[in-house]
């Protein structure tokens, strides 16, 4: 376990110090030699007939500069593997090519079969590489949270979160949306995590409230979140060193797309030639040989990263575990009130209870009642007796709940409550009608 004064200031050249240990082995010449073969065969197909509408912007995307960011570059990749393995799936082949009325397409339909598993294979390695880092940080995080009924809560909040989020995407599909419009909004889904992440630095935005239950988190780790989004921060660091092999796979990702796109479009006129077809194989092959062992590089550098440090790494665990609970006397004849404001819907009201119990069972009457900006008061909870309860419930609207335990009823006996309550606010603002995987 180290301590908090052992740890300095997450910078740029301390992030240096840091990659110097794990020098990524250079791309195979593969990678750019049979870019440059494929491109030919572009410039090959561009001259069989006019580029449409939509293959002329995929063109201009093959012109131009991969994403500056590791983390965009990741997405980008996905959304182009994606694209590919539309265009293999057997439905979307050329007409002439389905028929299969050759040996030659013969041969070509089952080559493409074999390229169509292997990039939904790195699809689902890069979507596994993705998730696990994500949860990396969102659980490193959470070794700071209170560890009782709160932290779960702040869990349940973020999945809420994500099923919104996906939610979203699901609409979005039904609505008819494309590959890039899904993969448009997962990228702004993205982003608004990274931007939540430096908010949290800085308890800012929807964290204002939420940075309250950080317990121990040391000043330098806090400084590095709020830089994350940083161009010039420290993460550029990490984009000097593994950005360049990463964006020679996007190009070339980009590039198999592009020419499979407009193969087809001008298959039933201009079939495939066999030095094409190998060419092709091979540059699929070696893109997902590379692409996979550049991911599985970067996950272990990540890993072993100062990015975070848990509180068990700082000493701090101990202090997630405070017993926060308050003890109270409640008069025969009396009740105890307890308000909490609650400044954003979807926050979750929440409580621990029990009563000290003596040689004869007892009971408190339990209640929540709501008061808004206007006075009007609505029962949230009825009330009920009780000897202990533990719960929480959503709210849907801003404004002072009142938690009241009520002994008014009884003539002789004080009640020795034990009890926990908060306000959890949301960990994500709500879905309007995420460098996480890396770069966070």
Not at 52 to 68: L, N
Not at 122 to 148: G, H, I, R, S, W
Not at 395 to 407: E, F, P
Request: glycine residues 4%.
């Amino acid at each position: 376990m180290v301590s908090t004064e052992g740890l300095v200031p997450i910078t740029r050249a301390y992030l240096a110090s840091y990659y110097d240990k794990y020098p990524f082995d250079a791309l195979s010449d593969d990678v750019a030699s049979l870019s440059t073969q494929i491109r030919s065969f572009i410039s090959d197909l561009q001259s069989v007939s006019p580029l449409t509408e939509d293959e002329r912007i995929v063109v201009e995307h093959v012109d131009r500069e991969p994403p500056h960011k590791i983390d965009e570059n990741m997405w980008k990749n996905r959304e182009h593997m994606e694209e590919i393995v539309y265009l293999l799936d057997r439905s979307h082949w050329p007409s002439t090519l389905q028929q299969q009325s050759t040996s030659e397409d013969a041969e070509i339909a089952s080559t493409v079969g074999q390229l169509k598993d292997k990039f939904e294979k790195t699809t689902k390695t890069l979507e596994y590489f993705q998730k696990t880092n994500a949860d990396y940080v969102f659980n490193t995080v959470m070794t700071y949270m209170p560890q009782d009924f709160r932290g779960t809560l702040i869990r349940q909040q973020r999945e809420r979160s994500e099923r919104n989020k996906q939610a979203e995407v699901d609409a979005l599909v039904q609505a008819g949306g494309s590959i890039r419009d899904r993969y448009a909004l997962l990228w702004k889904q993205q982003m608004e995590r990274r931007r939540q992440l430096a908010q949290l630095g800085s308890a800012t935005g929807v964290y204002k409230t939420l940075v309250k239950y950080l317990v121990g988190v040391p000043q330098v780790l806090l400084d590095f979140i709020k830089q994350i989004n940083d161009d010039d921060g420290p993460m550029e660091e990490q984009r000097h060193r593994y950005g360049p092999p990463l964006y020679s796979l996007t190009k070339m990702v980009l590039t198999i797309r592009l020419f499979l796109f407009l193969l087809w479009a001008r298959y039933d006129t201009r079939k495939m030639t066999t030095d094409e077809l190998s060419v092709l194989e091979k540059a699929v092959n070696v893109y997902a040989t590379e692409f996979e062992r550049f991911i599985k590089f970067l996950g272990e550098v990540f890993a072993n990263a100062p990015f975070f440090v848990s509180a068990e790494e700082v000493g701090a665990a101990e202090s997630g575990k405070n017993d926060d609970y308050k003890e109270i006397s409640i008069p025969a004849g009396k009740i105890h009130e307890v308000v909490l404001p609650v400044d954003s819907i979807n926050s979750y009201i929440a409580w621990d209870f029990s009563l000290d119990q003596s040689k004869l069972k007892l009971d408190v009457g339990f209640s929540v009642e709501y008061t808004n900006s206007s006075g009007e008061k609505i029962l949230i909870l009825p009330q009920r007796r009780c000897e202990s309860d533990q719960g929480n419930f959503c709210t849907v609207m801003a404004g002072n709940y009142k938690l009241i335990w009520d002994n008014s009823y009884s003539t002789f006996f004080s009640k020795a409550l034990r009890y926990k309550v908060d306000c959890i606010p949301p960990v994500i603002e709500p879905a309007p009608g995420m460098e996480v995987p890396v770069e966070e």
